[in-house]
Every structure is written in C-alpha cells, then in structure tokens.
C-alpha cells in the first residue's frame, strides 16, 4: 500500500491537466504498487528471463516479481539496467527522429545515474558518440559505473553545468535535457517526495528548467532535435515550457506516433499547440512522466574546429604494446591520460579534442590500463567492455555463490586454477572484472568502490 496523502492543493492543480482522472489516480496509488521493470543489454546478450515486453521499447521488460538486483552478477556485467518503464519511452522518441542518420552526437544532460544514458547508448551506432553530463559532482560517479557496465566505447562523461555547453554552438544533433523537477510523477514509487512537493517548488523548477533550457540551446545544430522530460504531472513544467520554448526560440514541435493501447495521453499546450506526452499510472503500466520533442529551425553558428597540434604527441611504442588487448584496434584512436591508455573509435577523435577544450572530461570511451614494462596492467573498464580481445586473458568461469564471493572481494573458495596470469572473472560468459591469479592463490581485483556491501539477499 501507498501513502495516498497527498500535499495540499494538489489535486486541485492537477485537476485542468490533460487526461488527469483524479478518482482514478489516487486509486492507482492506493491500490497498486510500482512495477519492477528492466531494459536488457543489446551488445551483451544473457539468459535473463524476461516477462511482459514494456510497449513502448523493445529491449524493456516487466518483471512479475521485484528480485535482489544486488545479487544477481547479470546486473553487475552490465547485461541490463533497472529502469522505470515509462522513461522507456525516450526509446521510442530517438527511434522515431533518428531513422537513417549515420554519425550523430547526442547529448545527456542531467545524466545521472544513468537510465537515460544507457537507453541512448544502446540506439546509436559504433561512430555515433554520447556525451552524459552531471551537473552534480557527487552523482557522477554512479554514471560513469553504468556506462561502464554497458561496455561502449562510444561515450564521454561530463561533469560542467549547463551554460558550460553554450559555446559548443551547433555540436550536438540531439540534446536530451531529463530537466530537475517538483517530482510529482514518482510518489506512488518514493512516497516520502510527496513531503518535497509544493507550489511554490514547482514555480521555482519551472524557472530553473527555463534557464537550463535557454544556457544549452546555443549547443544544438540547425535541424537538430531536443527531447524535454520531466517526472512531473504540473502543466507548469511541461505544456508551459513548451509554449515558453516555442516563443523564445525557433523550434518546431514534433509529434510522436503513439498507439491507443499503450495508455499514453497525448496533450498540446495552450498557445503554442505543441505536442506533449504524458504518463498516468491508472493509465499505463509506469509512473509519471512527460516528454517532448521539438526540432531547432535555426542557425547558432559553428564550434571552431581544433588544430590536430593541439592532440598529444603519439607514443608509438607503447600504442603499439597496447593495440593487441584491443579487437579491431585500426579503427581506435589511443591516447593517455596520466599512466593510463585509453582508447575510443576513431570517428570521435576530433570531438574530443573539442570537448576537452571546453569542458571538464571525467570519463572518455574505454580506459585499457597501465603499461609496466611490456606487461598491461589491465583496467576494470576494458573487462567489461566490447572491445577487449578475449584471447589475450586467461578466463575463469565463476558459478553464482562464487560470483557473490568475487562482487564483495572476497576468497574464492572451491576454485581450482592451474594456470597464472591476468584472468576475466566470468559469470555465464559475461566479464565481471579482473583477478591476477598465482599459484597458491587468487588476487581479487574487483573494485572495492563498487564491491557488494550487503551481507544478505533479501
């Protein structure tokens, strides 16, 4: 059961809001609870089985029951994403605008923790390039932890507040601005946001979306798109923004084929007419959620391009001690940030070098390791992504008590090894991370940042 006590005023506000129903909303919060549902990994296939497919996203599923997400190793290699299932629906949105186009650069802009981010990742190609900006330094970290799970090598984290991405004028061909918001469409799933909700934080989000809308606009290229979402149900903070949107700059909105039985109710705002998306739960199996997408019609001028002087000067030897850990290395550009090798497709060399003029880079594609000689020293992101040459490591297939003795950095027990050497620890074929093993013993080499805490699955 949910706490349906709402704050007050609220459903009265919410009572002119398109397809709002309210006997049946606080139903759906009193008699209800929030599904569990996952989005599966396209690049790392698993065995994991799947209930009912989420309409709107192919790759998302419901689950029946919510199992322990901690203690299952599928989710620590990265081979699907906990996700609400109405936030499923940016999916459909990039399916829908992005049908041909070849070599695009999206950007995320409130990216953490990262649901968003993996759910792009996964629609673009290998020479399409993400970039997920944090604006809070402390929740960048669990970003960069679910895209390294991903295993991509095609996204660069960020940690610069909006108006840092106003002199990138024209770089990205789609920008995602998931805006902060009052929060209102999760208070059947996190019942304690309802104590945060009020009037005057709505009026205030509005604000707040409007000045980070306007400081990223420049960063968007002519004919570009901007999909707009909230977790909200306040007309406040989705149809008006879309009229402020419309008025202020020269977007056209665009509107998403949806079908009738998925539940969606489609809304257009009051001047303008653009075309919004809401989510209801007594309407959808999800919770709240709005989105938009609109398509720039204007010119905001270029980013100056960078002088290839500008890149670091090439240490052959080391990259060519490097390449063989790498499948496919002729198509990577390598380079080194402090003793670190790291390597991402060559298609991004040249944003890069732009990126890392204007802003401040927390991750860049796939960090390799350290070169100790003409040894690698192999970093926990080349395990668990799609590009590391198996064939170069020993590999260790793990059974789950022992997969759940590795995940807390624990000893091994009942493992028999012959062989020493760097091993990928695996989990049904699926690299969790790194031990170093010698003869008489294993050295665990799981990050402790990440190590599973818990003592008990529950």
Request: glycine fraction near 6%.
């Amino acid at each position: 059961m949910n706490n349906t006590d709402f704050p007050s005023n609220f459903l009265n506000l919410l009572a002119g809001s398109p397809g709002f129903d309210a006997e049946n909303f606080t139903k759906a919060h009193q008699v209800s609870d929030s599904p569990t549902s996952i989005r599966l990994n396209p690049f790392k296939k698993s065995n994991i089985k799947s209930d009912k497919q989420v309409p709107w996203c192919s790759e998302g599923y419901y689950l029946n029951t919510r199992p322990s997400f901690t203690f299952d190793p599928l989710f620590h290699a990265g081979c699907y994403y906990v996700q609400e299932a109405s936030s499923m629906f940016i999916d459909h949105i990039l399916h829908y605008i992005n049908k041909e186009t070849d070599g695009i650069k999206v950007l995320d802009l409130c990216a953490a923790p990262g649901g968003k981010s993996t759910l792009i990742n996964s629609a673009l190609k290998s020479n399409d390039l993400l970039v997920a900006n944090e604006i809070i330094k402390t929740r960048v970290p669990v970003l960069m932890d679910n895209l390294t799970r991903w295993g991509t090598d095609n996204s660069i984290v960020t940690n610069n507040d909006p108006k840092d991405f106003g002199r990138l004028k024209g770089f990205f061909d789609i920008i995602l601005v998931d805006a902060p918001c009052s929060g209102s469409g999760m208070f059947r799933k996190d019942p304690a946001a309802m104590e945060e909700w009020s009037e005057a934080n709505v009026n205030l989000c509005h604000q707040r979306q409007e000045r980070i809308l306007a400081d990223v606009y420049p960063a968007l290229k002519e004919d570009g798109y901007l999909i707009y979402s909230t977790c909200s149900y306040s007309v406040e903070e989705n149809e008006d923004i879309l009229d402020w949107l419309c008025t202020e700059f020269e977007l056209e909105s665009i509107r998403i084929p949806i079908e009738a039985d998925w539940g969606i109710v489609e809304s257009q705002s009051t001047q303008k007419q653009a075309w919004g998306y809401r989510f209801y739960p007594d309407k959808v199996k999800g919770e709240g959620l709005f989105a938009a997408c609109l398509q720039k019609k204007e010119s905001s001028g270029d980013v100056p391009p960078v002088k290839d002087k500008e890149h670091q000067k090439a240490n052959f030897k080391e990259i060519d001690q490097v390449k063989p850990y790498i499948n496919d290395a002729a198509d990577f550009f390598f380079f080194k940030v402090n003793d670190d090798w790291l390597a991402i497709n060559r298609h991004h060399k040249e944003s890069l070098a732009i990126l890392q003029r204007y802003l401040y880079i927390k991750k860049s594609g796939i960090r390799i390791g350290k070169l100790m000689g003409k040894d690698l020293i192999p970093d926990h992101e080349l395990a668990l992504s799609l590009i590391v040459n198996k064939d170069q490591f020993l590999q260790t297939e793990l059974n789950k008590d022992q997969a759940i003795q590795y995940l807390r950095r624990e000893n091994i027990t009942d493992l028999d090894v012959t062989d020493k050497g760097w091993s990928l620890m695996n989990f049904e074929g699926h690299a969790l991370s790194w031990a170093k093993l010698l003869p008489n013993r294993i050295n665990n080499y799981y990050p402790k940042e990440i190590r599973i805490m818990s003592r008990a699955e529950s």
